[in-house]
């Protein structure tokens, strides 16, 4: 992790594991703790917007109960905070059936988080895809 206050920061990481944690673990609507109600995921390709807490959940409880995962990681964990304002990005790779097809994915999801009440809360999400030019996604 980068960038930012210590505790804000190991914080911000903290929640983004527990997020990846509970989806993966078949818990997609335990990730709803982490939303801020207003939340928006931005579409990979920016193609288009899932908005709402709710709508943000459901997608998870579909992808899991349609999906899957055969392996996920990630890595290269930055956090900047600004006064109650955080952006978390971190690179990721996934290897996952959806839809009778075996994909695998790598990129790079990009959160914005915000403090309220002492807790953060993602409001906005996306996920570029394709590799990262600054390393090598290996396995693990």
Do not use: K
Not at 78 to 103: C, M, P, W
Not at 121 to 135: E, F, K, N
């Amino acid at each position: 992790m980068s960038e930012g206050r210590g505790g804000d920061t190991e914080e911000v990481g903290g929640v983004i594991e527990a997020m990846n944690a509970a989806w993966l673990e078949g818990r997609p609507d335990d990730v709803a703790t982490y939303l801020h109600p207003r939340m928006v995921t931005v579409l990979p390709g920016f193609e288009g917007r899932v908005e709402g807490a709710e709508a943000a959940v459901r997608s998870y409880r579909d992808f899991c109960r349609d999906a899957r995962v055969h392996d996920f990681g990630t890595e290269d964990l930055r956090v900047d905070v600004v006064a109650d304002t955080a952006v978390a990005s971190y690179r990721f790779r996934i290897d996952y059936e959806y839809g009778g097809h075996r994909l695998q994915e790598e990129g790079r999801e990009v959160q914005v988080m915000v403090r309220e009440a002492g807790a953060w809360r993602s409001v906005w999400r996306t996920i570029l895809p394709g590799p990262d030019p600054d390393g090598d996604l290996s396995s693990g």
